[in-house]
Each structure stands twice: as C-alpha cells, then as structure tokens.
C-alpha cells in the first residue's frame, strides 16, 4: 500500500511514499505522519491510499510514523482544500498550509545530545571535529538551528555530525511533535487499590489522607499542581503515595487559555419585524435538512441583518448543528463575538490571523472536539474543523478582504458556497451592498433574494448631502485643496455641540500620501516600489505601505537640495489635527491599521468610542463596515472619489459599497442621521446613487457596463503576472506565455501583457496578463496551459483566479 502525503510546503503534487506493514492499519486520509523529505523527518497529511505506485517503487521511502489515529480535518475540508488547490492554480500543500495551524504540521528540529562516549573522543579528534564536540559538551544539548545561527556551515556541519554520530559522540534525539492543545503536564488520579480498599485505613500521615481525600471527592484526574494547591503539601507526600501504589502518577495535557477577545453585548431588540421574521422561516425550515441552498440576505444599512443570523444560529444549536459566520475584517469581529457570547456562552470560538498559532491551534483543537457551537472570524475561520456544521454565513459579502493576496489566493465567500454544497447545508450571504456578482446570481435565481427594506425600530436612513469641492474656497497651506468644506464644519460643531459623535472617514492612513518638492517637482518615492511615500508625522518617518520601507523625512530634496517640501493630500493624522484645531474641546480617536497592530489595540479603540471616551473617530474604511454605535449622528466622508481614479475596473463598484456602509453608521439611534460627503465628482454614478441609498439604480448603470465591455460578472477573469529584479525578464516571460495562448487557446480573450499599474512592487518588475473567457471550462484550461509553461530563472509567476483587483 501507498500513500500521497502533501507537507506545508509549495510543491507541485503530492509525494509518494510505501506504507509499512506495521503501520497499515493505522494510515488514513486526514491523518498526521511523519515521513523523510529532503534528508529529514517532515510532518505531513494523508491525502489518499493507493495499491500501486505511480513512480518506480524503488525510489519510494517508507512513512516514519503516524502521530493520530483519527483524521485531522473533517473529510468535507479535504474535498475543499482539494477543490481550491485546482480552481485557484495553487499547490495543495500551500492550501493545507492556509488551513492547518503551523505547530500542528511543523516538525521541531531534533536535538544534538552529548553521546556515551563524548568525553572520551575529546582526546581523539582534533580541528572542527574538537571545536563542535567542544561546544556540544559545554551545553550538553543544542539544536542544529542553533548551531547553524552560531555560524557553523551546513553542509560541513552535516559531515562533522555524521562522523560523531557514528563514533557514539553525539545522539540525535526527535522531540515530540507539537499538539493542537496546550503543554504536557503531570497529573494525579486515585489508584484502583485505592479505589477497592476505600477508605483506606493503611495511610496515617495526615497530609497523605488530606490527598487521598481530595482525589476521592474530585473524582477524576487532577493536575499535580491542583493537589499540591489544595492540600497545602509538598510535593514529596505525593511521591510516597505513588510510592506506596495509593495514587498513579501520569502525564495530560494543560488546555491553553486564549483570550477572550469581545466587547459588550447590546441587548437583542424584543421582536422582529415582519421582513426578518420572513428572512429566518426562510432558512431555519432548511436547517438540518440535508440540502444545498444559498441565500442573499440583502438589507439596508441598520435593517438588522446580524439579528437574523443570530437567531438562525440558536437555532442550528437547538437541531444540534454548528454554525461558520464569516466577516471579512477582523476589525469587525470584537462586536459580533460579544453579541454570540451572550447567546451562547463559552461555546463560541474566534479565529483570525493575528493570534499566536499556539492559540490558533488551542481553538482549533477545541472546535475539533466538538466544544463550541459557533466559530466566528475572517478568511481563515472558513477551515474551522466543525463536524456538525449545519449552517454558513458570510457577512458583508461584497468585501474584497474575503479575497487572500497571497498564495492561496482563494476567495472565502465563494468558498463557502463550495462549503456548503459539500456538506448540503444553508449557505447565507448578508450585505447592504451586494457585489455584482452576487446581484446577477440572484438575478438568475441561483441566489434566493431575502429582502429587509426597512430599517428596525421605526428608524429611517441618514440624510446625505453631497458637497461639490471644486466650489469651494481653497484651504490656506493646502495647495488648492480642501479637508472640511464649510458645511462638514457647521455640522461637525453642532454634532459635537449636542454631545453626539461623528465618524470621519478618510481612506489612507499616515498625515499625507506624498511629500513633494516645489523647486523641482520631485515626490519622496520608495526605492524598491513605483509608488510615493506617504508622510508619517506621529513617527516622524517616510512610509512605503506596500514593502514596509522607512526612512526619515528630510529636511530638503535629495535631488535639487530646495527647501520648499510640501505634505500633499490628507491621511487620518492631518484630519485629526484638523479637528483638534477647529474644536480645540473635542476628544478625537483614530482607527487606522497603525493604531491598530494589535488586537488589544483595536479592541481598546472601539470600546472606548462606543462608551462615549471619544467624541470623534477618525478613521480609514475599518470604520465603514458593520458597527453599531447609538450616539453616532454625523458621517462625514473628507474625499469620496478617491478610489475612482484608481486603474480598476471595480473602482465605481467599490466607491458605492465604501460610501454607502459608511453612510449607514448615521442615526441607528433615537437621533437621526445626517451624512457629508465631500467630491469633487458629485454628478458620478456612484456619489450620486449612494446619496439617494439607490443600490438598483448604481446595478443598473455598473451592469451595463460591464456587460458592454465584457467585465465579471459576464466573464470570466484570471490575472497572469510575472515579477523578476529586470523589466526585461519579466516582459519577455508574459509575452512568450501570451503568444503560446494566442494560437493555442480558443474561446480566451487576451489583454495585455503590460506593465502592471503599480510596475514595481518590492524591488520587482510586474508584467501582467488578463485573460477573459465566456465560459469556466475555457479559463480553466487556459490558466493549466500557462501554469505549465517553463520559467526562466529568476522570474517568478504569480496566478490569481477571479481576482478582486487588478493592480
């Protein structure tokens, strides 16, 4: 028998490898073995048993060892790891890399320990041989990456060990490989000679009875800890008591305790209203019931669409199903976890991507066993190993955060409708501004439509004013441009004035996006990126936000030596300023990913601005989406229209969805709302139709034009992009790719290939290709054709499926 074994790594298929006699009972798909690769033990997941090996059976290796006797993963997250490696081109081991926390398929490297004969062989070796036996023997014990880090080379290093190995120098001891839960501690439980003679009249030592007492009453196995605790004893009156056969003394495993990361439920509202009472009959009758059904949740902004799901969710646990809810930020995640804890307690579990992968493995050891009824999070919650699931939700559904940039480059709102079809359960897609692409499903009916036109609580829509800017009066110092026109002002000064709060939303970060020369012309770019540096005041540094790179703000040109530096434009620093200056009183926040690097951070921010701490949160689009607050009345957006010059074609769709989920934070209180938004395009499609909330009415104009220009959803898109240190590598490798297409692919429309809009990112040059095509089956196999071609060395290629952007 054989086995296909995929380790976390970006190999092409799965390896091959001779499953021992001994162990055949034991190998299955989905569980955890230990196999040689690369001249060392790896830890890796069966994929699949065969009879017959594919590849000449004496290049085949044996499996070491197998870790678990049951599967790892639910057989439904196989077939979908399986699924996204083929549709979106990426190797399976970088899919179950994505899927599986990193300590559960990481080998620890083994440790080097002084051997029998160490000492001896002192006096016997002499030159590097000494020096690494010498070191060795200090320490007692070290692990090669230590070794390497202390300067040793590798390939020598291998050689010297090899040979005090063989002389009985040196051992190499495999540690254990790392478990989902926490570290392995001692622990006690009652002996059954204690158990058959109790009580146990032999014990006379007061403290030894005190023990034996405390373990009868518990009745199970206790943490050695946890005795010693509650018996005030020493750890010696345990050791006479095993001593004796009272007590047996064993090894368990400490469950890891991760934060609880939530802030504070509001109350749920008493009733429904008639939309949502129809929104949860219409799902809940499909609960359990074995069939695949996908469903649009489509609501204003405050219609009470998290209600729905909510109440959907109770009841899955009520037919002892689990529910997955997705959110694409996890900005978006605190609130939410604090609404399903209150329903449902400490059976909830959070995933994102910025906890410790030790406690990332915790919950997902948890939600394996079956402890929780509800998993929560971001794109990697979509791998949550529920057993049980009977229900999925993808909340804001039109998010391009669902979308990974990184290989796998997987979409997790259409994988969860894949998720769905595997296990035959409810599928739900939430959102006030659906993607197009998910308008034309329910178009079509592949997307049952369930609508909530109104907003609950009798509440009505904010108020939206659109502030043509080309009108108004420059500011001074700022170039001909304006941050508040006079109306934000005036409505900014009466919010604050009658103790309400206002959110501002700007969507870059930093004081400005660019610091340029006005003797020259010349702006602060990024050495390894064709794009401007963006000005950090609060960290007095030049930012690159795409490779990181930082440098200090000079004080003149590099390149002419003027003086005359300008910060142009605005970010979430100047704006905040700005309002500490024209309301010296006001108490001002701002929600930004450098105020918010960690979860705690985050956390801090929102809960501070929901108790009322701030007055004004300034924020990028971590502000739009998905929260509630009462006391906010006044939305105020400082530049609308700055991702319509972005060279996207969904530049206009994102623009509406931004404007729109930011207008809805306005007046889902007692108070109503009023909402600014500031451009200097007011008459565009989407600044107007996001002024009136007229979703259909942008669908309309946006359909139109993708349908005339053959965009998603009238097509299907894949990008192509090759990246190497030379331009010239790069375009020769796209345009060699694109002439095989040009005569091979039928059915395919080509554009490009081209410089990518942003040419060098990183310190590569970008060439892309788009390829279009009517139909799956024709892209499919265009993507494998490309996918194949040859590399020359040095280019890297990047595919991305159905990508959200093309930047």
């Not at 009875?209 to 518990?218: A, F, G, I, T």
């Given at each position: 028998?054989y086995?296909?074994v995929?380790?976390p790594?970006?190999?092409?298929?799965?390896?091959?490898?001779?499953?021992?006699?001994?162990?055949?009972?034991l190998v299955?798909?989905?569980?955890?073995v230990?196999?040689?690769?690369?001249?060392r033990?790896r830890?890796g997941l069966?994929?699949g048993?065969?009879a017959?090996?594919?590849?000449?059976?004496?290049r085949?290796?044996?499996l070491?060892?197998?870790?678990?006797g049951?599967?790892l993963?639910?057989?439904?997250?196989?077939?979908?790891?399986e699924f996204?490696?083929?549709?979106y081109?990426?190797?399976?081991?970088?899919?179950?890399?994505?899927a599986?926390?990193a300590?559960?398929l990481t080998a620890?490297?083994?440790?080097?320990?002084?051997?029998?004969?160490a000492?001896e062989?002192?006096g016997?070796?002499g030159?590097?041989e000494?020096?690494?036996?010498q070191?060795?023997?200090?320490?007692?014990?070290?692990?090669?990456?230590?070794?390497w880090?202390e300067?040793?080379?590798r390939?020598?290093l291998g050689?010297?060990?090899e040979?005090?190995?063989?002389?009985q120098?040196?051992?190499?001891?495999e540690?254990?490989?790392?478990?989902?839960?926490?570290?392995?501690v001692?622990?006690?439980?009652?002996?059954?000679?204690?158990t058959?003679?109790?009580?146990?009249?032999?014990?006379k030592g007061?403290?030894q009875?005190?023990?034996?007492?405390?373990?009868?009453?518990?009745g199970?196995?206790?943490?050695e800890?946890?005795?010693l605790?509650?018996c005030?004893?020493?750890?010696?009156?345990?050791?006479?008591?095993a001593?004796a056969?009272?007590?047996?003394?064993?090894?368990q495993e400490?469950?890891?305790?991760?934060?609880?990361?939530?802030m504070?439920?509001?109350?749920?509202?008493?009733?429904l209203?008639?939309s949502?009472r129809?929104?949860?009959?219409?799902?809940?009758?499909?609960?359990?019931g074995?069939?695949?059904?996908?469903?649009?949740l489509?609501?204003?902004?405050g219609?009470?669409?998290?209600?729905?799901?909510?109440?959907l969710a109770?009841?899955?646990?009520?037919?002892?199903?689990e529910?997955?809810?997705?959110?694409p930020?996890?900005a978006l995640?605190?609130?939410?976890?604090g609404q399903?804890?209150?329903?449902?307690g400490e059976?909830?579990?959070?995933?994102?991507s910025?906890?410790?992968?030790?406690?990332?493995?915790a919950?997902?050891?948890?939600?394996?066993?079956?402890g929780?009824?509800v998993?929560?999070g971001?794109?990697?919650?979509l791998w949550?190993?529920l057993?049980?699931?009977?229900?999925?939700?993808?909340?804001e559904e039109?998010?391009?955060?669902?979308k990974?940039?990184?290989e796998p480059r997987?979409?997790?709102?259409?994988?969860a409708?894949?998720?769905?079809?595997i296990?035959?359960?409810p599928?739900v897609?939430?959102?006030?501004?659906p993607?197009?692409?998910a308008?034309r499903?329910?178009?079509s009916?592949?997307l049952?439509?369930?609508?909530l036109p109104?907003?609950?609580?009798g509440g009505?829509l904010?108020?939206?004013?659109v502030?043509?800017l080309?009108r108004?009066?420059p500011?001074?110092?700022?170039?001909?441009?304006v941050i508040f026109?006079?109306?934000?002002q005036e409505?900014?000064?009466?919010?604050v004035?009658?103790?309400?709060q206002?959110?501002?939303?700007v969507?870059?970060r930093?004081?400005?996006?660019?610091?340029l020369?006005r003797?020259c012309g010349?702006?602060?770019?990024?050495?390894?990126?064709?794009?401007?540096?963006?000005?950090?005041?609060?960290q007095?540094?030049?930012?690159?936000?795409?490779?990181?790179?930082?440098?200090?703000?000079?004080t003149?040109?590099p390149?002419?030596?003027?003086?005359?530096?300008?910060d142009?434009?605005?970010?979430?620093?100047?704006?905040a300023?700005?309002?500490?200056h024209l309301?010296?009183?006001?108490r001002?926040?701002i929600l930004d990913?450098d105020?918010a690097?960690?979860p705690?951070?985050?956390?801090?921010?929102?809960?501070?601005?929901?108790?009322g701490?701030?007055?004004?949160?300034?924020?990028?689009?971590m502000v739009?989406?998905?929260?509630?607050?009462?006391?906010?009345?006044?939305?105020g957006v400082?530049?609308?229209?700055?991702?319509?010059?972005f060279?996207d074609?969904?530049g206009a769709?994102?623009?509406?969805q931004?404007?729109?989920?930011?207008?809805g934070?306005a007046?889902?209180?007692?108070a109503?709302?009023?909402?600014?938004?500031?451009?200097?395009?007011?008459?565009?499609?989407a600044?107007?139709?996001?002024a009136r909330?007229?979703?259909?009415g942008?669908?309309?104009?946006?359909?139109a034009y993708?349908?005339a220009?053959?965009?998603?959803?009238?097509?299907?898109l894949a990008?192509i992009?090759?990246?190497a240190?030379?331009?010239?590598?790069a375009r020769?490798?796209?345009?060699r790719?694109?002439?095989?297409l040009?005569s091979a692919?039928?059915?395919v429309?080509l554009?490009g290939p081209?410089?990518?809009?942003?040419?060098?990112?990183?310190?590569?040059?970008?060439?892309?290709?788009?390829l279009f095509?009517?139909r799956?089956?024709?892209l499919r196999?265009a993507v494998?054709e490309v996918?194949a071609?040859p590399?020359?060395?040095?280019v890297?290629?990047v595919i991305d499926v159905?990508?959200?952007?093309t930047?």
């Open positions: 028998m086995a296909h995929v380790f790594l970006a190999l092409p298929s799965p390896l091959t490898y001779a499953v021992p006699s001994q162990l055949e009972g299955q798909r989905g569980v955890r230990r196999a040689p690769l690369r001249g033990l830890i069966v994929v048993l065969v017959e090996a594919e590849v000449a059976t004496d085949v290796l044996p070491g060892d197998v870790l678990e049951e599967p993963l639910p057989l439904h997250l196989f077939e979908l790891m996204a490696a083929a549709y081109a990426a190797p399976l081991g970088v899919v179950a890399r994505a599986v926390p300590p559960l620890p490297p083994p440790l080097l320990v002084v051997g029998p004969r000492v062989m002192l016997q070796v030159g590097e000494l020096r690494l036996l070191r060795l023997v200090a320490v007692r014990r070290i692990s090669v990456p230590r070794l880090a300067g040793w080379n390939s020598q050689v010297l060990l040979q005090l190995v063989s002389r120098a040196v051992r190499v001891v540690r254990p490989v790392g478990t989902a839960g926490g570290r392995v001692p622990a006690l439980a009652l002996s059954e000679a204690a058959r003679a109790w009580p146990v009249a032999a014990v007061p403290a009875r005190r023990v034996l007492e405390w373990l009868h009453q518990e199970r196995v206790v943490l800890s946890e005795a605790a509650a005030h004893c020493s750890r010696s009156v345990i050791t006479a008591l001593a056969g009272w007590v047996r003394r064993l090894q400490r469950p890891r305790q991760v934060p609880r990361w939530e504070a439920a509001l109350d749920p509202p008493a009733a209203s008639a949502q129809a929104a949860v009959a219409a799902v809940e009758a499909r609960l359990g074995g069939r695949f059904c996908a469903s649009l489509f609501g204003v902004t219609s009470g669409k998290t209600e729905v799901y909510l109440r109770v009841a899955a646990r009520e037919r002892g199903l529910t997955l809810v997705l959110v930020e996890i995640t605190p609130a939410l976890a399903l804890s209150a329903r449902f059976r909830v579990a959070v995933v994102h910025a906890m410790p992968e030790g406690d990332r493995a919950i997902f050891d948890r939600v394996r066993r079956g929780v009824d998993v929560v971001p794109r990697s919650a949550a190993p057993g049980r699931l009977g229900l999925v939700v993808v909340d039109h998010d391009p955060s669902y990974q940039g990184e997987y979409n997790a709102r259409d994988l409708l894949v998720l769905g079809q296990c035959k359960v599928v897609l939430a959102s006030a501004t993607s197009m692409e308008l499903l329910g178009r009916g592949r049952e439509v369930l609508q109104e907003r609950v609580g009505t904010p108020q939206v004013e502030v043509d080309s108004e009066r500011e001074k110092g700022e170039h001909g441009r026109s006079e109306r934000l409505l900014l000064a009466e919010t004035g009658r103790r309400q206002a959110i501002l939303l969507n870059r930093g004081w400005a996006p660019v610091l020369c003797m010349q702006h602060a770019a990024c050495p390894h990126c064709s794009i401007p540096m963006t000005v950090h005041r609060r007095r540094s030049l930012q690159c936000h795409y490779c990181g790179h930082q440098t200090a703000i000079p003149s040109c390149r002419c030596n003027g003086e005359v530096l300008d142009v434009g605005v970010g979430t620093e100047k704006v300023e700005k309002v500490a309301l010296p009183q006001v001002v926040g990913r105020t690097r960690s705690l951070r985050l956390l801090t921010t929102l809960e501070s601005f929901a108790t701490g701030m007055d004004v949160l300034v924020g990028t689009q739009a989406k998905g929260h509630h607050f009462p006391r906010v009345t006044l939305i400082v530049a609308a229209d700055n991702l319509l010059g060279p074609f969904r769709e994102r623009t509406f931004l404007l729109t989920q930011v207008a934070r007046g889902r209180g007692e109503p709302g009023r909402v600014v938004f500031q451009s200097y395009h007011p008459d565009h499609h600044v107007s139709c996001a909330h007229d979703v259909a942008f669908a309309k104009v946006e359909l993708r349908q220009f053959r965009y998603p959803p009238f097509a299907r990008l992009r090759w990246e240190a030379q331009e010239a590598a020769g490798a796209g345009e790719a694109a002439a095989q040009d692919a039928t059915g429309r554009v081209s410089l990518a809009p942003i040419a060098r990112l990183r310190g590569k040059w970008r060439v892309q290709l788009l095509a009517a799956r089956p024709e196999q494998e996918a071609m590399l020359p060395r040095g890297h290629r159905d990508p959200q952007s930047v």
